[in-house]
């Protein structure tokens, strides 16, 4: 009786199909392939057959098939469970499920009552999956056990028959091993089949509506932690000014004073073409403890304190004698700095400073760099996990000793830092880190001596821009520059190898001068972009191209860009937009946009001779603030996204204007009304005066 309704539950577990509501895991296939819409029905896992992605083709399948077969479990109700756990390596999600990159677990994670309400899925299903394999299980004999204890202490188990009680005391032993969710919770397996929801993308945009909101031009852009409306905003040459937003449709600009910068590093920060303050990083409790962080080159000839070792060393087997010169400069004259600075000391309130002391607090990190160009040099924090990574380059010239595919190396890395934990003085006396920082224990070779524990993901030429997706935050997304033909979006995932220098894009990388040897194309698996576009197709008129990787539209304002990913070109005026279809599976489209700017902009946008397409100069970067709203940086000012209808572009779900009216205690607009706003504005009172 209580096995018929235990065979009955399992059945229905492994049977039922639910959708992942608003994923928080973007899809990957444990060989770092994104999953594929089957053209051919699974005959053993026949739950992912149909329509919906999967990791597995047939002869996938039919390896499942035979290490189920090899279990030989006689209880029905055990080997339905089995059956489903196995396949879940068929599962769209499997890379997270099983947590690949480099490791790749028997197992995957199996939800447990403390992991269930972060796994996205209905709660009954949920509710300790882990504890359920255990009861139904924990008596069978299973022969070739795919559930191992971990090798240290105890000894694996045998290939003949063992029992999960002959290595387990208890539903906690086991769970405490196999159960929960890999740590960005995004998910965890509890017997269903993950599809992806079908819903249809917002209605298609019909360009970007920008309005000009400041003259100066800015690499970097963050906003303040504490939600207000307030941005900071960083020049190449060190300065950081801290800037109070208007409000959408106010008709308002930037307001801050340039002769009083939040912090001016520009002493620190060497500034020259391609060096300066790349990047900028605020403690995601800044608000509290005031620290934030800043990422910005220095000239080892210029200043004592620019002393970190050489990217080209011994362990990489790279000699800076042979390197030779670079536009003059000598093997690492040049270095990448992260320094930790503190805002704490004007005031005991963090959200009322505004200028902080411009000297380091602590440095967390420097390195050589071989060559003068292609060194990143962004810094983020992880929304879910709070760790800095730090986007580096591969360090130029095309990268002839395959830096980039090197783990022994920084460069060509997304590196991923622990500052909170100061790490133990033998790690940084040894000269074994690059600084004063830990390692996340979950980074992909944080065990292994022989590679560097601070890489995250490699196989980058020049990640200008990533940006996590602040609704989805496992979608980790960086422009990665291209060498001779293309510029390419990447999604970042743990251990993901992003093909560079063996690839560029998805075409075959020939390199002229590889006196570092090259990687082959058989010993690696790459992750292919997942967008991005030729150089053939943009550069027509200017010779050169140059990703700038965007964000992930969430703003209120234009409701046709939601969920969509904006990027664009660093020279052409060219936007694009990446819409994934189906929702969270990895498939991108993207799309040439125009763009246009505001009848209301507050500056008014430079036209450009012979383009229906307003000169913005250079695109320099994109920036977030805390309403979601998207910039522009470009050489020539600060551009907003604002609603669509002020460009004339239509979008049937622009809502009639978001702004608040202004009362007393908003700022005057800084130019008048127009009719049409007044209109709105009207509209907008009717409204809140019926909805109250
Ligand atoms: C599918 O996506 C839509 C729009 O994002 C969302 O409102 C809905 O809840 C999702 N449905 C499921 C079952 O996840
Ligand atoms: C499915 O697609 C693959 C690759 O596109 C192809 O090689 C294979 O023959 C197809 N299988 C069927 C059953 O159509
Ligand atoms: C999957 O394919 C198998 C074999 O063709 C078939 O028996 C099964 O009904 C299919 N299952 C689903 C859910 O489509
Ligand atoms: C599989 O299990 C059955 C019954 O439990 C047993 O008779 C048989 O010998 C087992 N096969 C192998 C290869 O161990
Ligand atoms: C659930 O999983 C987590 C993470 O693996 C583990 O620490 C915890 O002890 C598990 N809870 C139970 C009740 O087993
Ligand atoms: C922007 O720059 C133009 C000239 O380039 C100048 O006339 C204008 O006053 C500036 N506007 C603001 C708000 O700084
Ligand atoms: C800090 O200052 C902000 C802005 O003035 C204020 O809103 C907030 O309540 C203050 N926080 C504390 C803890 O005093
Ligand atoms: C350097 O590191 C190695 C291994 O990481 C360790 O065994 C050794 O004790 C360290 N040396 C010093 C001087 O701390
Ligand atoms: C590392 O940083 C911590 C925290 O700021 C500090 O206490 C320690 O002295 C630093 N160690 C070195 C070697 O700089
Ligand atoms: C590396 O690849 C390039 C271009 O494919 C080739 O010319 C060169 O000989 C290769 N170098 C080595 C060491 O294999
Ligand atoms: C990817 O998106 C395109 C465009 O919407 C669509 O035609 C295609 O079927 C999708 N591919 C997959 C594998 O879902």
Known sequence: MQMGMRLGAAILLSFSLLLLPASRAFPLCTDARAPVVLNETLGFCASYNGSSSSCCDAAADAALRSQFNAMNVSDAACAAVLKSILCAKCSPYS?????AGPKIRTIPFLCNSTSSATSAQSKETTQDYCKLVW???????????????????????PSTSSKLTDAWQSENDFCTLFGGAPNDQSVCFSGNVVSFNTTQPSPSPKGICLERIDNGSYLNMAPHPDGSNRIFLGSQAGKIWLATVPEQGSGGTLQFEEASPFVDLTDQVHFDSVFGLMGLAFHPKFATNGRFFASYNCDRTKSPSCTGRCSCNSDVSCDPSKLGTDNGAQPCQYQVVVSEYSAKGSSANVSEVTSADPSEVRRIFTMGLPYGSQHGGQVLFGPTDGYLYLMMGDGGKGDPFNFAQNKKSLLGKIVRLDIDNTPRESDITNKSFWGNYSIPK????????????EIWALGLRNPWRCSFDSERPSYFFCGDTGQDQYEEVDLISKGGNYGWRAYEGPLVYHPSWAPGGNTSLNYINTIPPIMGYSHADVNKNIGSASIMGGYVYRGSTDPCLSGRYLYADLYASAMWTGTETPESSGNYTSTLIPFSCSKDSPIPCDTAAGSPLPSLGYIYSFGEDNSKDIYVLASKGVYRVVRPSLCDYTCPTEKAATNRPPGPSSKAPAI??????RVLLLSVIMFWVLVR
């Open 672 to 677: 008048g009304m127009s009719k049409q706003m």
């Open 135 to 157: 009861e139904t299980c924990k008596d069978v004999k299973i022969m070739n056990s795919p559930f191992q204890p971990p090798l240290q202490g105890s000894a694996t188990l």
């Open 442 to 453: 979950d980074n992909p070779y944080a065990d292994d001596s022989d590679l560097e524990p």
């Open 95 to 99: 890379a997270d499920l099983f947590d």
